[in-house]
T-cell receptor
């Protein structure tokens, strides 16, 4: 069964550093998403991406964050100047042409900011 | 905030059917009901979705009331691997509107041997 692949599985970074979280969505999917989950809290929407541009973003997704689809397969989330409160699981997801269908989530990247 | 209400936890005996309820009394005509689950800290897993008709797939069945104000997810023969947090989410399926998933706290289902 097709999977959404995320790398790395765990990233430790120092406060103030920049990190890039990488995702390979399912190949024929056209909608891409980032969600995060702080330990013990709800899964929160960050951003959706379609047709090479952001289609929706939450209040969390401020200027500290950016997304990019640098080639035909990767989808990245960049977090600039990381803060302790950015520590969380970050999940990438993709869905096919019709958003009505369910998403497929990746297994996540655990980001720890120290 | 999430537009759905779910019990915080439920237990189910292994091999029995698990029936997980969800209230969504403010659902709009173009909104679908989606169910996802999350096992430990893994990524959420899509289970099933529906608009107004009952739906069944290899994982589960979804029963939506006629007025669409509530639904029930049925796992016909629960196994220990079905222990997870189950999320009921309403969202537009297409056209105008937000496609983001708004997760609540869900129902923690514990399948007991």
């Amino acid at each position: 069964e097709p999977e959404v692949t995320q790398t790395p599985s765990h990233q430790v970074t120092q406060m103030g550093q920049e990190v890039i979280l990488r995702c390979v969505p399912i190949s024929n999917h056209l909608y891409f998403y980032w969600y995060r989950q702080i330990l013990g809290q709800k899964v929160e929407f960050l951003v959706s991406f379609y047709n090479n541009e952001i289609s929706e973003k939450s209040e969390i997704f401020d200027d500290q964050f950016s997304v990019e689809r640098p080639d035909g397969s990767n989808f990245t989330l960049k977090i600039r100047s990381t803060k302790l409160e950015d520590s969380a699981m970050y999940f990438c997801a993709s869905s096919p042409t019709a958003p009505r269908r369910g998403y497929t989530f990746g297994s996540g990247t655990r980001l720890t900011v120290v | 905030d999430a537009k759905t209400t779910q019990p915080p936890s439920m237990d189910c005996a292994e091999g029995r059917a698990a029936n997980l309820p969800c209230n969504h009394s403010t659902i709009s005509g173009n909104e679908y009901v989606y169910w996802y689950r999350q096992i430990h800290s893994q990524g959420p897993q899509y289970i099933i979705h529906g608009l107004k008709n009952n739906e069944t797939n290899e994982m589960a069945s979804l029963i939506i009331t006629e007025d669409r104000k509530s639904s029930t997810l049925i796992l016909p023969h629960a196994t220990l691997r079905d222990t997870a947090v189950y999320y009921c989410i309403v969202r537009v399926g297409s056209g105008a509107g937000s496609y983001q998933l708004t997760f609540g706290k869900g129902t923690k289902l514990s399948v007991i041997p």
